[in-house]
């Protein structure tokens, strides 16, 4: 037989769990949607045998030169424009360079330093994956409407802003 305190205890975790049922969360709602559009995304990159967050690597590094001129940005560089912790940037360009698609690059002033490149492969490799993500990109689009797609970006790089961060940590008096 429980006794009256764990019985109360038993009743009050109930009535808090009951509360968070009611509770729209932001958060796994953000995580599910992002989760459907990623394994959709992955699906139609399954050709060239890369995922879309690698696609979305790969772009980076074509895309963005380093701030100090070289050919390629910094991991460091890559991380934030990517808002992902180093340890993921790590951990994720491992494959990327074992299979010959990135070459990093000792910084010519700072041996600590390493610069992302796509080698010759990378960048055909990236060339095909575009084509196969511009094609589900286009139906994610068609399947949303234009301006829903277009909503949906501005929130998520508002929610991926420095500014957003800033106010949550610190947020103002109402």
């Known amino acids: 037989m429980k ?15 009951g509360l968070l049922g009611e509770v729209a969360c932001t958060n796994t709602a953000l995580r599910r949607a992002a989760r459907r559009l990623g394994n959709l995304y992955d699906e139609a990159l399954a050709p060239v045998s890369l995922k879309a967050t690698q696609i979305a690597m790969l772009a980076q590094i074509s895309r963005f030169p380093g701030a100090d001129g070289h ?6 560089e890559l991380a934030g424009r990517l808002a992902i912790q180093m340890s993921a940037i790590s951990h994720a360009m491992k494959p990327l360079v074992r299979d010959s698609i990135v070459e990093l690059q000792q910084d010519a002033l700072d041996k600590r330093t390493k610069h992302c490149v796509l080698t010759p492969k990378g960048e055909q490799l990236l060339a095909d994956a575009l084509v196969l993500w511009t094609a589900a990109n ?26 957003f961060l800033t106010e949550f940590n610190h947020p103002t008096a109402e």
């Open 3 to 17: 006794n009256s305190k764990s019985s109360l205890q038993d009743t009050d975790d109930a009535s808090e769990l």
């Open 71 to 76: 050919a390629g940005p910094t991991l460091q």
């Open 138 to 163: 286009e139906r994610v689009e068609k399947v949303l409407g234009p301006s829903s797609a277009a909503l949906l970006r501005q929130l998520a790089d508002q929610i991926a802003s420095d500014e």
